[in-house]
Protein backbone atom coordinates (compact mmCIF):
# COMPACT_ATOMS: atom_id res chain seq x y z
CA UNK A 1 0.00 0.00 0.00
CA UNK A 2 1.25 3.63 -0.81
CA UNK A 3 1.76 5.86 1.75
CA UNK A 4 -0.41 8.71 1.82
CA UNK A 5 2.13 11.16 2.87
CA UNK A 6 4.90 10.45 1.20
CA UNK A 7 5.36 12.37 -2.13
CA UNK A 8 5.69 10.34 -5.22
CA UNK A 9 8.99 11.26 -5.80
CA UNK A 10 10.11 9.94 -2.26
CA UNK A 11 7.97 6.52 -3.14
CA UNK A 12 9.89 6.55 -7.19
CA UNK A 13 13.25 6.80 -4.71
CA UNK A 14 12.99 3.88 -2.52
CA UNK A 15 11.76 1.73 -5.39
CA UNK A 16 15.07 2.51 -7.48
CA UNK A 17 17.10 2.52 -4.69
CA UNK A 18 15.99 -1.03 -3.83
CA UNK A 19 16.42 -1.71 -7.38
CA UNK A 20 19.64 -0.27 -8.26
CA UNK A 21 21.35 0.14 -5.02
CA UNK A 22 24.41 2.27 -5.27
CA UNK A 23 23.89 2.85 -8.91
CA UNK A 24 21.62 5.41 -8.70
CA UNK A 25 23.30 8.59 -9.16
CA UNK A 26 20.67 11.16 -9.40
CA UNK A 27 16.79 12.30 -9.48
CA UNK A 28 15.79 15.37 -11.36
CA UNK A 29 12.79 16.99 -11.14
CA UNK A 30 12.04 19.14 -14.30
CA UNK A 31 9.05 21.46 -14.69
CA UNK A 32 8.17 24.35 -17.06
CA UNK A 33 9.49 27.25 -14.39
CA UNK A 34 12.61 24.97 -12.78
CA UNK A 35 14.72 22.10 -12.36
CA UNK A 36 15.72 20.88 -8.99
CA UNK A 37 17.68 17.87 -7.89
CA UNK A 38 15.41 16.26 -5.48
CA UNK A 39 18.89 13.50 -4.70
CA UNK A 40 22.27 12.89 -5.48
CA UNK A 41 24.88 10.50 -4.32
CA UNK A 42 26.92 11.93 -2.02
CA UNK A 43 29.90 11.19 -4.85
CA UNK A 44 28.49 13.43 -7.25
CA UNK A 45 29.80 16.73 -7.50
CA UNK A 46 26.98 18.62 -6.78
CA UNK A 47 28.28 21.87 -9.25
CA UNK A 48 28.92 19.15 -11.68
CA UNK A 49 25.36 17.76 -11.40
CA UNK A 50 23.79 21.37 -11.68
CA UNK A 51 25.43 22.24 -14.86
CA UNK A 52 24.24 18.93 -16.51
CA UNK A 53 21.01 20.58 -15.86
CA UNK A 54 20.72 22.75 -18.79
CA UNK A 55 22.23 20.03 -21.17
CA UNK A 56 19.33 17.89 -20.30
CA UNK A 57 16.47 20.49 -19.91
CA UNK A 58 16.85 20.24 -23.47
CA UNK A 59 15.90 16.17 -23.13
CA UNK A 60 12.82 17.43 -21.13
CA UNK A 61 11.37 20.46 -23.09
CA UNK A 62 11.32 18.07 -26.17
CA UNK A 63 9.49 15.57 -23.82
CA UNK A 64 7.13 18.05 -22.66
CA UNK A 65 6.03 18.86 -26.00
CA UNK A 66 6.12 15.02 -27.38
CA UNK A 67 3.82 14.44 -24.09
CA UNK A 68 1.42 16.91 -25.85
CA UNK A 69 1.58 16.66 -29.49
CA UNK A 70 0.76 19.81 -31.05
CA UNK A 71 -0.62 17.22 -33.84
CA UNK A 72 -2.82 14.23 -33.45
CA UNK A 73 -0.92 11.48 -34.32
CA UNK A 74 -2.78 7.90 -33.41
CA UNK A 75 0.24 6.22 -34.06
CA UNK A 76 2.22 7.68 -31.94
CA UNK A 77 -0.05 10.02 -29.80
CA UNK A 78 1.80 10.95 -26.33
CA UNK A 79 5.33 10.29 -25.12
CA UNK A 80 5.54 8.53 -21.47
CA UNK A 81 9.05 7.87 -20.76
CA UNK A 82 12.15 7.85 -22.41
CA UNK A 83 15.80 5.65 -21.96
CA UNK A 84 19.30 6.96 -22.53
CA UNK A 85 22.61 5.75 -22.68
CA UNK A 86 25.10 8.16 -22.46
CA UNK A 87 28.92 7.15 -22.25
CA UNK A 88 28.58 8.06 -18.43
CA UNK A 89 25.09 7.18 -17.14
CA UNK A 90 21.76 6.03 -17.98
CA UNK A 91 19.00 8.01 -17.70
CA UNK A 92 15.53 7.82 -18.02
CA UNK A 93 12.84 10.16 -17.70
CA UNK A 94 8.70 9.46 -16.60
CA UNK A 95 7.03 12.13 -18.69
CA UNK A 96 3.96 13.30 -16.46
CA UNK A 97 0.46 14.62 -18.37
CA UNK A 98 1.05 17.93 -16.40
CA UNK A 99 4.04 18.77 -18.13
CA UNK A 100 6.50 17.68 -15.33
CA UNK A 101 9.38 15.45 -15.70
CA UNK A 102 11.10 13.01 -13.33
CA UNK A 103 14.16 11.95 -14.96
CA UNK A 104 16.68 9.61 -12.56
CA UNK A 105 20.33 8.75 -13.55
CA UNK A 106 22.32 5.33 -12.87
CA UNK A 107 26.21 4.39 -13.26
CA UNK A 108 27.05 3.55 -17.04
CA UNK A 109 26.64 -0.45 -17.74
CA UNK A 110 23.80 -0.68 -15.34
CA UNK A 111 20.94 -2.79 -16.90
CA UNK A 112 17.46 -2.02 -17.22
CA UNK A 113 15.05 -2.98 -19.03
CA UNK A 114 12.09 -1.43 -20.76
CA UNK A 115 9.42 -3.46 -19.22
CA UNK A 116 11.05 -2.44 -15.74
CA UNK A 117 10.17 1.84 -16.68
CA UNK A 118 6.14 1.07 -16.02
CA UNK A 119 7.18 0.09 -12.25
CA UNK A 120 8.75 3.03 -11.90
CA UNK A 121 6.22 5.54 -13.67
CA UNK A 122 3.41 4.17 -11.20
CA UNK A 123 5.78 4.78 -8.45
CA UNK A 124 5.92 7.92 -9.13
CA UNK A 125 2.21 8.82 -10.41
CA UNK A 126 0.49 5.88 -8.16
CA UNK A 127 -1.11 5.06 -11.67
CA UNK A 128 -0.34 3.89 -15.10
CA UNK A 129 -1.73 5.04 -18.22
CA UNK A 130 -3.68 2.32 -20.50
CA UNK A 131 -1.39 2.52 -22.63
CA UNK A 132 0.97 1.25 -20.63
CA UNK A 133 -0.67 -1.33 -18.58
CA UNK A 134 0.72 -4.75 -19.80
CA UNK A 135 -1.98 -7.12 -21.85
CA UNK A 136 -2.60 -10.36 -20.54
Same mark, same amino acid.
Given at each position: ?? %??? *???? !? #????VLGRRFDDALRSIVVYTPNESRIHYLREDIDRDAAVGR???? *?????? *? #?? @? @?????? %?PN? %???????? #?? !?????VHLVDPGGAVVGFSLDPGTHVEVDQLTEFYEALF? !??? *??? #?ASD
Open positions: MV %DAS *ESGT !D #RLQRLIRI *EQLYHA *E #RL @N @NTPLVH %DL %DRLHLSLF #RF !DGAVVG !DLP *ESL #R
